[in-house]
């Protein structure tokens, strides 16, 4: 599976992006998709979190609320709807693709090349 990450930018706080994940290669529909984001000097963290069908969801604590995740495995496409962000929300994203679901990122097998986002305050 490859994997392209888009839809990144700057962005007021309190505003709203949606990130995009475009898959290719082997089925889609197969993978548990997540998103993780790794700011300047800190660990790379889970964000969300979507099984193979769209029918179960994890969001991170530090994101419920504002952010929420989905896909259209028509597309080949996994989203991050962001919403009311914030400057600690700036980080570089990444979609990441599992067989399995979790939060951990040794749980994933493929990984996109990262969208940076930068909320300002």
């Known amino acids: 599976v490859q994997l392209q990450a888009s839809g990144g930018g700057l962005v007021q706080a309190g505003g709203s992006l949606r990130l995009s994940c475009a898959a290719s290669?082997?089925?889609?529909?197969?993978?548990?998709m997540g998103w993780f984001r790794q700011a300047p000097g800190k660990e790379r963290e889970f964000v969300a979190g979507?099984?193979?069908?769209?029918?179960?969801?994890y969001i991170a604590d530090s994101v419920r609320g504002r952010f929420t995740i989905s896909r259209d495995n028509a597309k080949n496409t996994v989203y991050l709807q962001m919403n009311s962000l914030k400057p600690e929300d700036t980080a570089v994203y990444y979609c990441?693709?599992?067989?399995?679901?979790?939060?951990?990122?040794?749980?994933?097998?493929?990984w996109g090349q990262g969208t940076q986002v930068t909320v300002s305050s």
């Open positions: 290669g082997r089925s889609f529909s197969r993978y548990g």
């Open positions: 979507i099984n193979w069908s769209g029918s179960y969801t």
């Open positions: 990441a693709a599992s067989l399995t679901i979790g939060s951990a990122k040794s749980e994933y097998d493929y």
